[in-house]
């Protein structure tokens, strides 16, 4: 499947961000996984909605995802992509065995070479999420945080929910921290190019 062209992409190279989806993975979906996430659903929503958005507008994606660690064994099914949350060709795949993207460094050299703003998703914010903040906080890359496309396990006698209000707070000590309605609005000049109407002669 081709890009999308977007001739503003092309005006500030390192303002134009990456959108990094984190363990789309089936274990996180599929109720009874140890790491099933019970309030999900929204959060899938709007991670289809930024996904969509940076397709249309030709801003590349980043998928990075558990691999080799008990819970995500090459092969497994719980370890597969989430229905509908495919690596298109064009999108960067990054593998790693440790919470931060950039334990895999693959991921941190392509990051840290063009240092492009991350825009993040996904699964888990208490641990994932937030340690991938942390560590691109250290390395100078401006991170954002899209909290109503990530959701988090509940720790010990606290619920999930007061745990992703109590990330996303932590969150904007080392970044920004928005909702993906907002982000889409104002990702501008990286809209969606309008369509060129089909030329006409005469004669057709």
Not at 88 to 102: K, N
Not at 118 to 128: N, T, Y
Not at 145 to 166: N, Q, T, V, Y
Request: with cysteine; net charge negative; charged share 20%.
């Amino acid at each position: 499947m081709n890009r999308p062209i977007n001739p503003a992409l092309y005006r500030r190279p390192r303002s134009v961000p990456v959108l990094v989806l984190v363990d789309m993975q089936q274990e996180y979906e599929i109720a009874g996984r140890p790491l099933a996430l019970s309030g999900i659903e929204p959060a899938l929503r709007n991670c289809r909605r930024a996904l969509a958005h940076a397709r249309a507008s030709g801003i590349q994606v980043a998928y990075v995802r558990w691999v080799g660690a008990p819970l995500f064994q090459a092969g497994s099914r719980y370890a597969r992509w989430i229905e509908g949350f495919e690596p298109h060709g064009c999108d960067m795949i990054f593998d790693r065995d440790r919470p931060s993207c950039y334990a895999s460094p693959a991921f941190a050299d392509a990051m840290e070479r063009g240092s492009p703003p991350l825009v993040m998703a996904g699964f888990a914010a208490e641990s994932s999420c937030l340690a991938t903040a942390v560590d691109g906080f250290h390395r100078g890359q401006d991170v954002t945080f899209l909290s109503d496309a990530s959701a988090s396990h509940d720790l010990e006698d606290i619920g999930a929910e007061e745990i992703h209000r109590s990330v996303s707070a932590v969150m904007r000590v080392f970044g920004d921290v928005t909702d993906t309605q907002s982000w889409i609005a104002t990702s501008s000049p990286f809209k969606p190019m309008p369509a060129a109407p089909s030329s006409r002669h005469d004669n057709d």
